[in-house]
């Protein structure tokens, strides 16, 4: 860990003008800066911040403090019982201390688990842009098959995010100069494409307050992770659904993919498709054709093709059964 | 000394009358109050409250590589440095258990991110930045990484676990005039044993005696090692290893830690901690090698095997010795005339291989006992069934008796249990909503050992026995099993023994390893009980099998003395031996078991959840039922990381083990292990030791993958032979249609 200076920060205006990586559950930070694959000057422990609160907002949605921890946003009763896929999820995640230490706003900005990102020797893009990609013809059982480009085929390992994303969330921030603004979900994530190293949208010093969601959406909601042991792994597909039906038909689908893709992967095209459509299977396997037909595996990560495909079918299937 | 050599079968002891009623009892850890409170210190917690110096481990990021020059001054111009050490002594991995030798770098690289270098700073946070400012100049030499292209280059090794080629008759004449012949090729992945304590030490000089404090299994091999990597006397080197937060063989040889840290101890002429990090201990101590096994059985038409072949390919480094011993079962477990074992070593560049948790068993027995059941299957014939059917009556390679087998009886014990009889007869029939519900089971055997191994009891005045040994508890309970067979032995309370183990200046024992520390330490220690019984009873005048010894009393005829009185005030000191004899030699010695598992895929996704695990086991007699137990746990759970999730990755490009930590490098998790069932059959084997007991700790992890492998293919109908089954391997055999509706 390369020597750094610490500051708090009393108060959200003060926080981006302190200039440094700001620090609050440290559950990924700290172990790359072990590493030196992060070596910042200085660290801001936003930890003080009044940003814990979880609020409804006037047009029925909620706004999540940044600094809510992934355990108590998963054990909210109005997220248990309205966003239930986002409890889902965040407890497909990680494990009880993790959750337990990791925030909502940190949680959206961990970094990949690419095996060559975690090792300063090896060539990566992210870590080191211009050094090539280990990955790229290496060990890539948990990499991207949607969105990769030449120069990174990393995956962004968050299960939260990614039901987030399904829900239509909207990430609040501050930025240096005291003014705020709201970014969807959908635009605040980049694929990797020349610049990997850059993989959202937040500008210099500025800050997450808050993750805003939307009213709550009707449906059954479905979170399904799928990974090599049964806790403790990143995914290596996951599907978040939230599926309205209507008169034998599906009314709603929102899907947002996890383990697939350099940010949580939504295809807004796959979830027209299903609109108005039966819960047949070869409806399903429609969606995974349109979800699927630019996917390109690398070698190990193969089998996430038709594992997504499957999990997807699998997914809808239970969401709209008995309706 | 009081020597026993073990010539003959033991006849009855005091452990079989078991006045005391302590032996065999699953009574609680002797130190477990001290582990769970965390005043049990570990390596790296000596010297607490010492003025100490920290170290910190220079990787060497290549493959293979000579070093041609290594500057250190930016690193020692940071303020808190206070040597960085290096040089041709620097342990590029961990030792091996066969002998003192340690292998030293002597100006290479010989493995990715080996030892190069040793920062040593005021603070373990400045020795740590300090290591990334160590700059090393290579000259890049050619490396191999896999065996794949180079496996005709194997050799025989003479250096290995046990020979590198066991033959008895022609089995290619055999094989080839077989009515029915079996030639199926198995692969396990390199393993790591990934002990929850990293490999540790802390070393302190005192003019020129060196004292370190170090997590290791064999210590009385383990001194010489660090005295030849030091370059001292070994006289004047004390080992120190009281508690060890697991071993798994992977600290029966030294890691680098012990010797750099006495190396930079002598450097700033202060005491040295060094803990490896998890990315060190996976990438600069030793790894399971991966294997490539081909086995081949004749049989007649009707079910009977006639000749069996297992050929195994597996890495070592360069002038290594040691391999992956995966027929090492195979020799004396299955049936045939016609015999074949073999073992090649491949050379590559990559981080030694040596021993892990039952060295040949935990791979050889994913290739054999999955074969048995796929033959089993191409004859019509239950896998039970086919076991016995093919049951050998004495050890087929040598001709002698085995000394104890009973694992007929554990199969059947085990099917009664399990309700084997519910096994869906055909594969892929049993479906519970989205899973595909399977059986299978497996043989489990593993060669049992005695080792030569002292222990001194010292009796004091007031009648206390304290038990010393420089044995080793790595986690398996040694401390209460010492502590179990001297209460019973001398007739005391377990609160008047005490136990101190895992100190060099201690009688020299087995240490901890291939699952005979039990066996050997505890027979050393049953030697000098009998020792003290003999002066007893030459004090009291009676016949010592007459003695009966009670709660501190001797009992002889109408008289019953205290041991004080008998004692007179003095401390009686005896120390006993154990060495193995004859009928290691003329009896086949082996622990036995039957592992049944029952496991659900997932028939979307090909994920495998094992549901339930039962191991019925024979290891003669059990010293205590709460640890042997709790050892077979462990070897059930190694068993499923094994068969679904542990495989250490080398990028074959660079010879990076890509998957250096715990996050990445999957063992099971609690959500993967299921409610185990362990059942210990009363059992003794005379041949095997004074104790009557066998080894345990490794015998529950040899099958228990195939036991599982098994049960997938009777759940899918797919067979893997390529371990760990991921869900990769399942997806392209799946049903097409997913999901809990079919």
Same mark, same amino acid.
């Given at each position: 860990m390369r020597p750094f200076d610490y500051a708090r920060a009393g108060n959200v205006a003060e926080a981006g003008q302190m200039a440094g990586r700001f620090i609050a559950g440290g559950t990924n930070l700290l172990d790359l800066m072990k590493l030196e694959v992060e070596t910042p000057d200085k660290l801001v422990d936003i930890t003080r911040l009044p940003l814990r609160g979880i609020e409804e907002t006037d047009d029925g949605g909620l706004r999540i403090g940044a600094l809510v921890s992934n355990a108590d946003l998963a054990a909210d009763p109005r997220i248990r019982r309205d966003y239930e896929v986002l409890s889902r999820a965040l407890l497909a995640g990680a494990s009880g201390q993790l959750r337990n230490k990791a925030t909502t706003g940190g949680n959206l900005l961990q970094r990949t688990r690419c095996s060559y990102f975690y090792e300063p020797s090896q060539p990566c893009n992210k870590r080191?842009? #211009?050094? #090539?990609? #280990?990955a790229i013809g290496g060990f890539n059982r948990i990499h991207a098959v949607l969105g990769t480009s030449d120069k990174c085929i990393a995956t962004h390992p968050s299960d939260m995010a990614v039901a987030m994303r399904a829900l239509d969330a909207v990430v609040e921030t501050q930025k240096v100069d005291g003014s705020t603004r709201a970014i969807a979900l959908g635009e605040f994530y980049r694929l990797p494409g020349d610049t990997p190293e850059i993989e959202n949208v937040l500008e210099q010093g500025e800050l997450i307050t808050a993750v805003r969601l939307p009213k709550p959406f009707a449906g059954q909601h479905r979170y399904r992770k799928v990974r090599d042991r049964a806790s403790y792994a990143f995914a290596l597909v996951s599907v978040a659904a939230v599926v309205r039906m209507d008169g034998g038909k599906i009314a709603e689908a929102r899907l947002a993919f996890g383990g697939l893709a350099h940010m949580p992967w939504r295809d807004e095209t796959v979830e027209k498709a299903l609109i108005g459509q039966e819960p047949a299977m070869a409806n399903f396997d429609k969606a995974a054709d349109i979800l699927l037909a630019e996917a390109k595996g690398q070698g190990e990560n193969d089998f996430k093709i038709p594992l997504a495909r499957r999990t997807l079918k699998a997914v809808l299937a239970d969401a709209t059964k008995g309706a | 000394m009081n020597k026993h050599v073990m010539n003959e079968a033991i006849g009855e002891t005091r452990l079989d009358r078991g006045t005391q009623g302590v032996i065999g009892q699953g009574v609680d850890r002797y130190e477990g109050k001290l582990k769970v409170s965390g005043k049990a210190p570990y390596a790296y917690e000596h010297l607490i409250g010492e003025k100490v110096a920290y170290g910190f481990v220079v990787p060497g990021p290549i493959g293979r590589a000579r070093v041609k020059s290594i500057d250190t001054a930016k690193a020692r111009a940071m303020p808190g440095v206070l040597a960085v050490v290096t040089g041709d002594a620097i342990m590029h991995s961990s030792a091996q $258990? *066969?002998?003192?030798d340690v292998p030293a770098m002597k100006g290479e690289i010989f493995h990715y991110n080996q030892p190069v270098a040793l920062v040593v700073a005021e603070t373990f946070e400045t020795a740590r930045h300090a290591s990334h400012l160590v700059e090393v100049d290579y000259e890049p030499l050619e490396g191999h990484y896999e065996m794949e292209g180079r496996r005709e280059t194997g050799r025989a090794s003479d250096g290995g676990p046990m020979a590198a080629d066991t033959k008895r008759g022609d089995f290619e004449k055999a094989f080839a005039a077989s009515e029915v012949q079996f030639d199926r090729t198995y692969t396990t992945p390199s393993y790591h044993a990934a002990a929850m304590e990293p490999h540790a030490s802390v070393a302190k000089w005192d003019g020129d005696q060196l004292t370190v404090w170090s997590s290791c299994q064999l210590l009385d091999l383990n001194v010489k090692q660090i005295a030849n990597g030091v370059g001292? %006397? +070994?006289?004047?080197v004390r080992l120190l290893s009281p508690y060890i937060g697991g071993g798994f063989g992977s600290k029966l040889g030294i890691g680098p830690d012990a010797v750099l840290a006495a190396l930079g101890a002598r450097e700033v002429g202060r005491p040295v901690k060094l803990a490896l990090t998890r990315q060190n201990v996976f990438q600069a101590t030793s790894r399971r090698g991966e294997t490539i096994q081909r086995v081949r059985i004749g049989a007649t038409k009707d079910g009977r095997i006639t000749c069996f072949a297992h050929e195994t390919d597996t890495p070592n480094a360069e002038g290594e010795g040691f391999f992956e011993p995966s027929g090492i079962s195979t020799v004396f477990l299955y049936p045939g005339d016609d015999r074949l074992v073999t073992h090649r070593v491949v050379t590559t560049d990559v981080l030694t291989t040596s021993a892990v948790r039952a060295p040949g068993e935990a791979t050889g027995m994913l290739a054999t006992e999955s074969a048995l059941d796929e033959l089993a299957e191409q004859f019509g014939i239950d896998p039970i069934a086919f076991r016995k059917l093919n049951e050998p009556e004495k050890d087929p390679q040598e001709d002698v008796p085995f000394s104890s087998r009973r694992l007929l009886e554990c199969i059947d014990e085990g099917a009664r249990r399990f309700g084997w +009889? %519910?096994? $869906?007869?055909? $594969? +892929?029939t049993r479906r519970e909503g989205e899973w595909l519900v399977g059986y299978g089971m497996a043989s489990a055997s593993r060669a049992n050992s005695l080792m030569a191994s002292s222990a001194e009891i010292e009796m004091s005045a007031d009648g206390r026995a304290t038990v010393k040994t420089s *044995?080793?508890?790595?986690?398996?309970?040694t401390y209460t099993i010492l502590q179990q067979i001297a209460a019973e032995m001398l007739g005391l309370p377990l609160d008047r023994v005490d136990v101190l183990l895992g100190d060099t200046s201690l009688p020299a024992s087995s240490g901890s390893g291939g699952s005979w520390g039990a066996n050997s330490a505890g027979s050393s220690v049953f030697v000098a009980a009998e020792a003290i019984v003999e002066e007893f009873a030459r004090r009291l005048d009676v016949d010592a099998s007459t003695l009966t010894l009670k709660d501190g009393h001797a009992i002889a005829g109408n008289r019953q003395i205290p041991f004080s009185e008998i004692l007179k005030r003095e401390t009686l000191t005896v120390t006993g031996k154990i060495e193995p004899g004859d009928t290691s030699d003329n009896t086949n010695q082996a622990s036995y078991g039957a592992h049944f598992a029952e496991v659900a895929v997932n028939v979307t996704t090909g994920e495998t959840r094992v549901r339930r695990l039962l191991t019925v086991g024979t290891a003669g007699r059990i010293l205590n039922m709460k640890t042997a137990t709790s050892q077979c746990y462990g070897g059930q759970i190694w068993g499923i990381g094994y068969a679904l999730e542990e495989e250490l990755v080398v990028d074959p490009r660079s010879g990076l083990i890509v998957n250096h930590d715990l996050a990445e490098y999957h063992v099971p998790v609690h959500a993967d292990v299921p409610k185990l069932d362990v059942v210990l059959l009363e059992d003794r084997d005379p041949y095997a030791s004074p104790l009557a007991g066998k080894g345990i700790g490794e015998l529950a992890i040899a099958g228990v993958g195939a036991a599982i492998n098994n049960a997938v293919y009777n759940a899918t109908g797919i067979r893997v032979y390529d371990y760990p089954i991921t869900m990769d391997k399942l997806l392209p055999r799946l049903p097409e249609e997913v999901g809990a509706a079919a």
């Amino acid at each position: 860990m390369r020597p750094f200076d610490y500051a708090r920060a009393g108060n959200v205006a003060e926080a981006g003008q302190m200039a440094g990586r700001f620090i609050a559950g440290g559950t990924n930070l700290l172990d790359l800066m072990k590493l030196e694959v992060e070596t910042p000057d200085k660290l801001v422990d936003i930890t003080r911040l009044p940003l814990r609160g979880i609020e409804e907002t006037d047009d029925g949605g909620l706004r999540i403090g940044a600094l809510v921890s992934n355990a108590d946003l998963a054990a909210d009763p109005r997220i248990r019982r309205d966003y239930e896929v986002l409890s889902r999820a965040l407890l497909a995640g990680a494990s009880g201390q993790l959750r337990n230490k990791a925030t909502t706003g940190g949680n959206l900005l961990q970094r990949t688990r690419c095996s060559y990102f975690y090792e300063p020797s090896q060539p990566c893009n992210k870590r080191e842009p #211009g050094s #090539g990609c #280990g990955a790229i013809g290496g060990f890539n059982r948990i990499h991207a098959v949607l969105g990769t480009s030449d120069k990174c085929i990393a995956t962004h390992p968050s299960d939260m995010a990614v039901a987030m994303r399904a829900l239509d969330a909207v990430v609040e921030t501050q930025k240096v100069d005291g003014s705020t603004r709201a970014i969807a979900l959908g635009e605040f994530y980049r694929l990797p494409g020349d610049t990997p190293e850059i993989e959202n949208v937040l500008e210099q010093g500025e800050l997450i307050t808050a993750v805003r969601l939307p009213k709550p959406f009707a449906g059954q909601h479905r979170y399904r992770k799928v990974r090599d042991r049964a806790s403790y792994a990143f995914a290596l597909v996951s599907v978040a659904a939230v599926v309205r039906m209507d008169g034998g038909k599906i009314a709603e689908a929102r899907l947002a993919f996890g383990g697939l893709a350099h940010m949580p992967w939504r295809d807004e095209t796959v979830e027209k498709a299903l609109i108005g459509q039966e819960p047949a299977m070869a409806n399903f396997d429609k969606a995974a054709d349109i979800l699927l037909a630019e996917a390109k595996g690398q070698g190990e990560n193969d089998f996430k093709i038709p594992l997504a495909r499957r999990t997807l079918k699998a997914v809808l299937a239970d969401a709209t059964k008995g309706a | 000394m009081n020597k026993h050599v073990m010539n003959e079968a033991i006849g009855e002891t005091r452990l079989d009358r078991g006045t005391q009623g302590v032996i065999g009892q699953g009574v609680d850890r002797y130190e477990g109050k001290l582990k769970v409170s965390g005043k049990a210190p570990y390596a790296y917690e000596h010297l607490i409250g010492e003025k100490v110096a920290y170290g910190f481990v220079v990787p060497g990021p290549i493959g293979r590589a000579r070093v041609k020059s290594i500057d250190t001054a930016k690193a020692r111009a940071m303020p808190g440095v206070l040597a960085v050490v290096t040089g041709d002594a620097i342990m590029h991995s961990s030792a091996q $258990p *066969m002998g003192p030798d340690v292998p030293a770098m002597k100006g290479e690289i010989f493995h990715y991110n080996q030892p190069v270098a040793l920062v040593v700073a005021e603070t373990f946070e400045t020795a740590r930045h300090a290591s990334h400012l160590v700059e090393v100049d290579y000259e890049p030499l050619e490396g191999h990484y896999e065996m794949e292209g180079r496996r005709e280059t194997g050799r025989a090794s003479d250096g290995g676990p046990m020979a590198a080629d066991t033959k008895r008759g022609d089995f290619e004449k055999a094989f080839a005039a077989s009515e029915v012949q079996f030639d199926r090729t198995y692969t396990t992945p390199s393993y790591h044993a990934a002990a929850m304590e990293p490999h540790a030490s802390v070393a302190k000089w005192d003019g020129d005696q060196l004292t370190v404090w170090s997590s290791c299994q064999l210590l009385d091999l383990n001194v010489k090692q660090i005295a030849n990597g030091v370059g001292v %006397d +070994a006289s004047k080197v004390r080992l120190l290893s009281p508690y060890i937060g697991g071993g798994f063989g992977s600290k029966l040889g030294i890691g680098p830690d012990a010797v750099l840290a006495a190396l930079g101890a002598r450097e700033v002429g202060r005491p040295v901690k060094l803990a490896l990090t998890r990315q060190n201990v996976f990438q600069a101590t030793s790894r399971r090698g991966e294997t490539i096994q081909r086995v081949r059985i004749g049989a007649t038409k009707d079910g009977r095997i006639t000749c069996f072949a297992h050929e195994t390919d597996t890495p070592n480094a360069e002038g290594e010795g040691f391999f992956e011993p995966s027929g090492i079962s195979t020799v004396f477990l299955y049936p045939g005339d016609d015999r074949l074992v073999t073992h090649r070593v491949v050379t590559t560049d990559v981080l030694t291989t040596s021993a892990v948790r039952a060295p040949g068993e935990a791979t050889g027995m994913l290739a054999t006992e999955s074969a048995l059941d796929e033959l089993a299957e191409q004859f019509g014939i239950d896998p039970i069934a086919f076991r016995k059917l093919n049951e050998p009556e004495k050890d087929p390679q040598e001709d002698v008796p085995f000394s104890s087998r009973r694992l007929l009886e554990c199969i059947d014990e085990g099917a009664r249990r399990f309700g084997w +009889a %519910d096994r $869906p007869s055909k $594969p +892929a029939t049993r479906r519970e909503g989205e899973w595909l519900v399977g059986y299978g089971m497996a043989s489990a055997s593993r060669a049992n050992s005695l080792m030569a191994s002292s222990a001194e009891i010292e009796m004091s005045a007031d009648g206390r026995a304290t038990v010393k040994t420089s *044995m080793t508890d790595i986690g398996t309970g040694t401390y209460t099993i010492l502590q179990q067979i001297a209460a019973e032995m001398l007739g005391l309370p377990l609160d008047r023994v005490d136990v101190l183990l895992g100190d060099t200046s201690l009688p020299a024992s087995s240490g901890s390893g291939g699952s005979w520390g039990a066996n050997s330490a505890g027979s050393s220690v049953f030697v000098a009980a009998e020792a003290i019984v003999e002066e007893f009873a030459r004090r009291l005048d009676v016949d010592a099998s007459t003695l009966t010894l009670k709660d501190g009393h001797a009992i002889a005829g109408n008289r019953q003395i205290p041991f004080s009185e008998i004692l007179k005030r003095e401390t009686l000191t005896v120390t006993g031996k154990i060495e193995p004899g004859d009928t290691s030699d003329n009896t086949n010695q082996a622990s036995y078991g039957a592992h049944f598992a029952e496991v659900a895929v997932n028939v979307t996704t090909g994920e495998t959840r094992v549901r339930r695990l039962l191991t019925v086991g024979t290891a003669g007699r059990i010293l205590n039922m709460k640890t042997a137990t709790s050892q077979c746990y462990g070897g059930q759970i190694w068993g499923i990381g094994y068969a679904l999730e542990e495989e250490l990755v080398v990028d074959p490009r660079s010879g990076l083990i890509v998957n250096h930590d715990l996050a990445e490098y999957h063992v099971p998790v609690h959500a993967d292990v299921p409610k185990l069932d362990v059942v210990l059959l009363e059992d003794r084997d005379p041949y095997a030791s004074p104790l009557a007991g066998k080894g345990i700790g490794e015998l529950a992890i040899a099958g228990v993958g195939a036991a599982i492998n098994n049960a997938v293919y009777n759940a899918t109908g797919i067979r893997v032979y390529d371990y760990p089954i991921t869900m990769d391997k399942l997806l392209p055999r799946l049903p097409e249609e997913v999901g809990a509706a079919a």
